[in-house]
């Protein structure tokens, strides 16, 4: 496995080791003692997350003010646009965000601490995306920041508008969102 840092302390891109042949390919989506060797995290997951969506689809920016959750996604099928947002006021990287491309074609994984508010945009015809999180929902802890607010200018790659949720389209602007100390 390889792991490439981000613009974003934290925030970490996973590569794993991949076999393939003639017959397909083979590889550990998810491996506790390689993951801790290879970030120097000890992390314990506690939910796995599946999601299946359109092109155009964009999700976020999510995030849990209690029961913060780590999140490492990947992709199963399709391209995402996967985009992270410092949200933690003491950090040097508050309000930046970072985006890569995950699919199924680079199997390449994103590690997302605390603090972070995440979303993703689909770039194919549709996209699975899974994601193993550090603590479980919490419907009551959940908040959204707008995708499209201006202090963050986020470059989502559109090609037109996105599709998004009633939550998604009516969430806080960052300047007004609660964020971590």
């Not at 017959?23 to 997350?49: H, K, M, W």
């Not at 950090?91 to 590690?111: D, E, I, P, T």
């Not at 499209?148 to 602007?173: R, V």
Request: net charge negative.
């Amino acid at each position: 496995m390889n792991v490439f840092a981000t613009k974003l302390p934290g925030v970490l891109i996973i590569e794993p080791m991949v076999f393939g042949d003639e017959r397909g390919f083979f590889y550990e989506s998810f491996n506790a003692r390689d993951f801790a060797q290879a970030t120097g995290l000890q992390q314990q997951f506690v939910q796995d997350n599946h999601s299946r969506s359109q092109r155009g689809v964009l999700r976020g920016l999510h995030y849990q003010v209690e029961h913060a959750q780590g999140k490492l996604v990947r992709v199963t099928a399709g391209e995402v646009l996967d985009i992270a947002v410092d949200i933690r006021q003491s950090s040097s990287a508050f309000g930046k965000w970072a985006g890569v491309r995950l699919s199924a074609n680079n199997n390449c994984q994103l590690w997302i601490p605390p603090g972070f508010a995440h979303g993703f945009l689909v770039l194919s015809d549709y996209a699975e995306v899974l994601y193993k999180t550090t603590d479980y929902y919490s419907r009551s802890a959940e908040r959204c920041i707008r995708w499209d607010d201006p202090e963050l200018n986020i470059d989502w790659q559109l090609n037109g508008p996105p599709t998004l949720s009633a939550k998604d389209q009516n969430g806080d602007s960052f300047r007004d969102a609660d964020l971590f100390p």
